[in-house]
């Protein structure tokens, strides 16, 4: 049973370019979150799907934007990237059981480095 | 404003000796608190995770303590491995919050020979 698996593992882009990454949830899972954390500091929260549809958002501007698939995996968008964008992406899954009480799988995420 | 603050920053010990490391949190109201052991350039993987009721909670050599009424969490490792080496975060969620998790900037963790 594979686990929350994310692509690219890593990533460069320059300044003003889009991003697009990509997460496929633990299987049985239907809901992914995203999560934003630069070096040295926690992960912060961005945005939750489920149902296809974004249902909680943290902090971040309109140039973050997700998506959800029919078949519960998702995608993150980061359009007109800046410097400080560069950061860990992290994906994360949860059951329906598991949203009930906070429970989330992540998985190994993706490194984006803006130059 | 929810926050969740851990210290120390960084801890270095000799492989073998035990070490415990704290979680101060002013979430509020309170639904759970874990502990997840995240590599460099890894995703977080969870250790334990408390409920209000729960004071303690124990996974192999690492065992995590919850007062509810300090809201203070410490994370105990006993008998340090070099694959303990690794930023240990504390991450806390609210009632209220939807699957929102609040997390700590981490305590990083060296375990030298």
């Known amino acids: 049973d594979a686990g929350v698996t994310q692509s690219p593992t890593h990533l460069i882009k320059t300044r003003g370019q889009q991003v697009t990454l990509r997460c496929s949830p633990k299987?049985?899972?239907?809901?992914v979150s995203w999560y934003q954390q630069a070096l040295g500091q926690g992960p912060q929260f961005i945005f939750q799907y489920y149902e296809e549809e974004e249902r909680q958002r943290g902090n971040f501007p309109d140039r973050f934007s997700g998506h959800q698939f029919p078949n519960y995996s998702s995608e993150l968008n980061v359009n007109a990237l800046l410097l400080g964008d560069s950061a860990l992406y992290l994906c994360a899954s949860s059951s329906p059981v598991d949203r009930a009480k906070n429970i989330q799988y992540f998985g190994a995420g993706t490194r984006l480095s803006v130059l | 404003k929810n926050q969740v603050e851990q210290s120390p920053q960084s801890l270095i010990i000799l492989e073998g000796k035990n070490c415990t490391l704290q979680c101060n949190y002013t979430v509020s109201p309170f639904s759970n608190l874990r502990w997840y052991k995240q590599d460099t350039g890894r995703g977080p993987v969870s250790l334990t995770i408390m409920t209000f009721s729960e004071n303690t909670k124990s996974n192999g050599r690492y065992t995590a303590t919850l007062d509810a009424d300090t809201k203070q969490s410490s994370l105990h490792i006993t008998a340090s491995q070099l694959s303990d080496s690794a930023s240990y975060i504390c991450?806390?969620?609210?009632?209220?919050?939807?699957?929102?998790?609040?997390f700590g900037t981490g305590t990083q963790l060296k375990v030298e020979l």
């Open positions: 991450v806390v969620s609210f009632t209220g919050g939807g699957n929102k998790l609040t």
């Open positions: 299987s049985g899972h239907d809901t």
